[in-house]
């Protein structure tokens, strides 16, 4: 599976966009970019995920360079319920075997 | 999605004692993954849990240390033998959605601290 590299921390203010950026400059034709975050105490939650064309859900937008290698999850109105651990992980879809990184940890400021 | 139970949901062990931890899913999946969260870490996949195999151990980690049972396809059992405070840790089950996605669902994890 792909490495990848995310900053280690950022700072929101509440009710801006937070963009977490990750890159992947690795990753291969058939690998999905996944984007987790992890609340304090709390088990891992999905967020998005995509191969190579921009993905918006209910909770955030993934925008994929396209080059693929690297990529960027908006948190379009961040609040402070939004403060956590985010992970960027890359990996074949259907692989099963998730490799998390050191994530970023996300402070959003009132 | 998938909701998942772990038991228990946290514990104190006393050094060399073993400890099994539950993860029941309320929905039958192919493959149940275990992982450990040391404390300040990131997670770190334990074993691969497939029913009615062997469960298949990521490298560090081996089946005399942490056995694994999965004998339908709602539940699974990780037993962290012999144990040390080395292995206070968060262990987390997870499980794979059925859907296309490909997204993984978590426990709220089990949190054990070895005295």
């Known amino acids: 599976d792909a490495k990848t590299t995310q900053p280690t921390s950022m700072d929101c203010a509440e009710g801006r966009a937070a963009n977490l950026p990750c890159n992947h400059s690795t990753i291969s034709g058939n690998e999905y970019v996944y984007w987790y975050r992890q609340i304090h105490s709390q088990g891992p939650q999905y967020i998005i995920h995509?191969?190579?064309n921009n993905e918006t859900n209910e909770m955030a937008s993934l925008i994929i360079t396209e080059d693929r290698k690297s990529s960027t999850l908006i948190l379009p109105h961040a609040t402070l319920r939004d403060t956590a651990v985010y992970y960027c992980i890359v990996t074949t879809s259907g692989t099963y075997k998730y490799i998390f990184g050191t994530g970023t940890r996300l402070k959003v400021l009132a | 999605s998938a909701v998942i139970s772990q038991k228990p949901s946290r514990d104190i062990c006393q050094r060399g004692t073993s400890l099994t931890i539950q993860c029941q899913v309320d929905?039958?999946?192919?493959?149940m993954f275990w992982y450990r969260q040391q404390p300040g870490q990131s997670l770190t996949l334990i074993a691969t849990?497939?029913?009615?195999?062997?469960?298949?151990?990521e490298s560090g980690f081996v089946i005399d240390k942490f056995p694994i049972s999965r004998p339908n396809l709602t539940f699974s059992t990780l037993t962290v033998s012999n144990m040390s405070p080395e292995d206070s840790s968060i262990y987390l089950c997870s499980v794979e959605s059925e859907g296309a996605g490909g997204e993984l669902f978590f426990g709220e994890g089990s949190r054990l601290t070895v005295l």
């Open positions: 849990a497939n029913q009615g195999s062997e469960a298949t151990y």
């Open positions: 995509g191969l190579k």
């Open positions: 929905s039958q999946v192919t493959m």
